[in-house]
């Protein structure tokens, strides 16, 4: 976002949107983190509040307490001129994997790829059954282990599928979830968010 002319503001007194205590049925606790966000980033000059985990994104979009347009970075990105901006080549195949969050509350399942086209060489490879949950799901990975389980050996099926070098997702949990049995399987698929690929191939470290 600076390379692309922006002053990005991260405020160190910011904390957890409070997703995951909803999920956990602690509305109290996600209301009072809710609200101290919101009154910490109503202090700042700033046009938008860019979240770059869809999950988050998706709570503080639906239960909006802001006064500013709330955005995912896909989407932010997707609607820049990258014209004067450099990429270095890549020519692997990235699987892009677009969590439910991204896709049903965001609607943003096509910014992903979108940024990612920027770089020359690249082949972008969607997964099949790309409505089908990874099992993350917030907690319920933790709270239903053996459905979430079985829900990855899906999805992991899909990603293999396409032969991938790298398989980019726009929400941790989901990262977490997908990496944890690819790493086991060491097949060497690097999973990672598609701003971080988008970054790396303007050399930013």
């Given at each position: 976002m600076n390379q692309?002319?922006?002053?990005v503001h991260v405020p160190q007194q910011q904390?957890?949107?409070?997703?995951?205590?909803q999920h956990r049925g602690a509305l109290s606790h996600a209301e009072r983190l809710l609200q101290q966000n919101q009154q910490i980033f109503s202090n700042l000059n700033l046009s938008a509040l860019i979240t770059t985990a869809s999950g988050c994104g998706a709570h503080l979009m639906e239960n909006?307490?802001?006064?500013?347009?709330?955005?995912?970075?896909?989407?932010?990105?997707?609607?820049?001129?990258?014209?004067?901006?450099?990429f270095s080549p890549l020519p692997k195949r990235v699987a892009v994997h677009h969590p439910c969050t991204l896709r049903h509350i965001i609607r943003g399942s096509q910014f992903p790829s979108k940024i990612l086209a920027h770089i020359p060489g690249i082949e972008l490879k969607e997964l099949a059954n790309p409505d089908q949950c990874c099992g993350a799901a917030g907690t319920y990975f933790l709270d239903q282990p053996s459905m979430a389980a079985a829900l990855l050996n899906h999805k992991?099926?899909?990603?293999?599928a396409?032969?991938?070098?790298?398989?980019?997702t726009s929400n941790i949990g989901c990262a977490?979830?997908?990496?944890?049995?690819?790493?086991?399987?060491?097949?060497?698929i690097e999973v990672l968010h598609p701003v971080t690929l988008l970054a790396r191939q303007m050399s930013i470290q």
């Open positions: 692309l002319g922006y002053s904390t957890c949107c409070g997703a995951l205590y909006n307490v802001f006064s500013i347009p709330v955005m995912d970075i896909n989407q932010f990105l997707a609607e820049q001129d990258f014209s004067e901006i450099q992991i099926r899909d990603v293999l396409v032969n991938a070098d790298y398989l980019v977490f979830h997908i990496a944890s049995q690819l790493n086991e399987s060491q097949n060497g």
